[in-house]
């Protein structure tokens, strides 16, 4: 018998358990979950291969408890937590597993961990996750054959679904809201383009998207993630040319999205005075100048430019900023707490809403003295507000890749990220059995420049 | 006889040494000039009256040994080194006297200063100092006619003399340079107008800007400081429903200086790649989306919209950031570092050059039911490069209080600010002397609404 503890019973928990429990009686798995809250762990619970305990990971004795008694240890904290699990794990010898990335103080285990014959997988959710997955396939099969990366690009958006998408910013939240609101903050997005580095301070982001097409999706933009420089690394690009990372929206997202940047509403950093009590109107107008007769529409108008027939003018009234009624309601809150509220109230998924996670990546090389492009995208649609495309995404590369390891089809020891033909491939093979599958297709090398102007 | 020990010979101690330098005989006063770098000390100490020594304030011993021996205590340092001077006047019961804003720390000693019966006294240059001198002077006015305020605004600026006002930016770097390039960073720029809490961003605030006449110096632009609202506390305006801080600019620097703010090219907070052989066009490229084929000069004029005959352009021309052929030449320059070192080709002040400091406040205020107004103005001129404007508005100030403090004029104990009549106002009664003076007109109250609009 093989006992698998999940620590934390979170969102993307559910796609993991229920594909653990169709592999348990085969496997013979016995199936922990345990949360800080109980009721959460019983939610998660619910197969025959599964049992829900209450720990509070802080707890060191019952945590050291429960991770003895175990032989394959999943950490669904949230990232920060990860590293009191792994110490554990390292000192009785147990294999573990992580859908984040790998922290320096997880990195700093690697050797230990090699040493005691271990396995510790970590960014094996989505992003990071499937990315690296489909995206080092794509780059192994390449160098493979002899040729040479001269440009990747990489996109990634969690969206809501097409059947679900009834607002004009044809976005909702799909996962932490706060994360999409200060989504872009702490420092500029650097990445490199025909050997140039480029630099985009957050003031900018917004305006600097490109577009993509997905086939059957149709459009949508990409704007640059913070630091892309770091894949070089991982990926063993060292010397390409360009590499740039993004995020996906549908288009005119980010555009519109800029009206809060440059207001100034997203800046999580300082408290408003009397926030509790601020109707939206009054929050909106802080950031609008002085006026004792102008309307803050038209101050808002004209302080960004906006035209009258602009059309993300529709989307601000769709969020209703303006009303003078509606109040914020919450005490000490940073601007980009009383924006969330707002947006919460118009961008949560309804019930029968579906979710949809898109990725795109587009690589350039050489082979031969010919330039080509490999262009791979995947969309995965959520099957309901439990088995969402967030958590099938998280979840299903996860116990896949846990029951690799139980199964010793995966025998590669340290601290790893799913980046080796030996675990990705399986990985991504199993995957698509669960639809979550990339379509590839080739052409000329289009780059920067196709119709080579001067 | 009175020792005066003046620890650290910058840029504003050649004015202070000269006055003080001046009331030598008559009161008997020794003064000694201590700086890390003995040359740096004489230079300062060419007076009869004093005494250039070297010495290490990191060195306690040597420090304590001189504050020992003193009588009075000045601390020229950076303002984070106050406080180790601070404490050891404390021990060895001295009075001391900086033009830095009071810290956590140093108000903390308030306590121990009082019970000890000395006098510490803070923010006594110009910006803080003479603005609060000149302040408390008219609030104290209005509320001793039994006047009510109603708004206050005050805005400072270091800046070039018209007489050498010579590039189209109508700026010269007349202080830390670097303070310039970074200035309103770091949280939003925070102030009231008729009871509204206003809030601005970074990335607005130099669009911000408010139109100022200064009689016989033509127009300036106001720009908001970070947070006006702690001055209610200072100057015990807690319920006024307008309070504006502001810095002064030439008539369109502003607009021109946000060019650089929305690039991201005033960011201090990381470095560049390879940035000691970027060129000024390579460093301002990288801020700028790629393109095989477009000129850097269309990109940053497509993506900021500078239409083809905006004066911004000129400006930009005129500081050469599109030259290919000169290097940035530092290693691992941040942006603001980079930018930095291309504004000192341009904006340093030539040895003939003179600086100018310029005072604004614009008091509201109701007495026996009408409304007025009144504007307090100062322009200070600089004699030539060592008596510069600042030097002088920092010096004088600070040099009259030591020796009002020295002949027991000033009796008030404790960790102080020039907020209090015995303090400031022979104080500014001795800088008039000094060419240093408000003018000081009174009108209708203009406020907001001048015309009463609905």
Redesign the interface.
């Known amino acids: 018998m093989t006992k698998v503890l999940i620590i934390g019973a979170g969102k993307s928990t559910s796609a993991l358990v229920r594909y653990l429990d169709t592999q348990a009686q085969e496997n013979n798995l016995k199936i922990t979950i345990a949360d800080k809250d109980l009721q959460t762990a019983k939610k998660s619970a619910s197969y025959a291969s599964t049992t829900p305990i209450e720990l509070d990971i802080f707890n060191k004795d019952e945590r050291q408890k429960q991770i003895k008694a175990a032989d394959m240890v999943v950490s669904m904290l949230p990232a920060r937590f990860h590293i009191e699990v792994a110490k554990d794990c390292v000192n009785f010898d147990k294999n573990m597993a992580t859908a984040s990335y790998v922290s320096d103080e997880m990195a700093a285990l690697d050797e230990e961990v090699k040493a005691k014959g271990l396995t510790f997988m970590n960014e094996i959710g989505v992003d990071p996750g499937v990315d690296h997955m489909s995206a080092m396939k794509v780059i192994d099969e390449i160098r493979d054959k002899g040729g040479k990366l001269i440009s990747f690009e990489s996109f990634t958006g969690g969206l809501v679904a097409p059947e679900s998408d009834d607002n004009l910013w044809n976005y909702k939240f799909t996962w932490n809201p706060r994360n999409v609101v200060v989504a872009g903050q702490g420092?500029?997005a650097k990445f490199i383009?025909?050997g140039?580095?480029?630099?985009?301070?957050?003031?900018?982001l917004f305006r600097?998207t490109e577009f993509l097409e997905v086939p059957g999706y149709g459009r949508f933009e990409g704007l640059a993630n913070r630091n892309s420089l770091a894949y070089r690394e991982v990926y063993g690009l060292e010397d390409i040319p360009t590499l740039y990372r993004g995020t996906l929206r549908r288009v005119g997202f980010s555009k519109a999205w800029n009206v809060f940047?440059?207001?100034?509403i997203t800046?999580d950093?300082?408290t408003?005075?009397?926030s509790e009590n601020m109707s939206y109107r009054?929050f909106i107008?802080?950031?609008l100048?002085?006026?004792?007769?102008d309307s803050v529409e038209l101050k808002l108008r004209h302080?960004l430019k906006i035209d009258q027939d602009d059309l993300i003018w529709e989307k601000l009234l769709d969020l209703d900023i303006f009303n003078a009624q509606k109040k914020i309601g919450i005490k000490n809150a940073t601007?980009a707490k009383a924006l969330q509220s707002i947006l919460e109230e118009k961008w949560m998924l309804k019930p029968e809403d579906k979710d949809m996670i898109v990725m795109y990546h587009k690589f350039g090389y050489e082979h031969k003295g010919e330039k080509k492009q490999i262009d791979s995208t995947m969309v995965s649609i959520g099957e309901d507000q439990t088995f969402t495309a967030m958590s099938r995404t998280v979840g299903l590369p996860l116990g896949v890749a846990i029951l690799k390891m139980i199964q010793k089809k995966i025998t590669i020891k340290g601290v790893l990220r799913p980046i080796h033909p030996e675990i990705y491939k399986p990985i991504l093979e199993e995957l698509e059995s669960f639809n979550i599958k990339f379509t590839e297709t080739e052409t000329e090398f289009l780059g920067?420049?196709p119709h080579n102007?001067?």
């Open positions: 420092g500029p383009q025909e140039k580095y480029k630099y985009i301070p957050y003031q900018r600097r940047v440059q207001l100034g800046d950093t300082y408003l005075e009397d009054e107008n802080s950031f100048p002085y006026s004792p007769t302080s601007p920067y420049n102007l001067k």
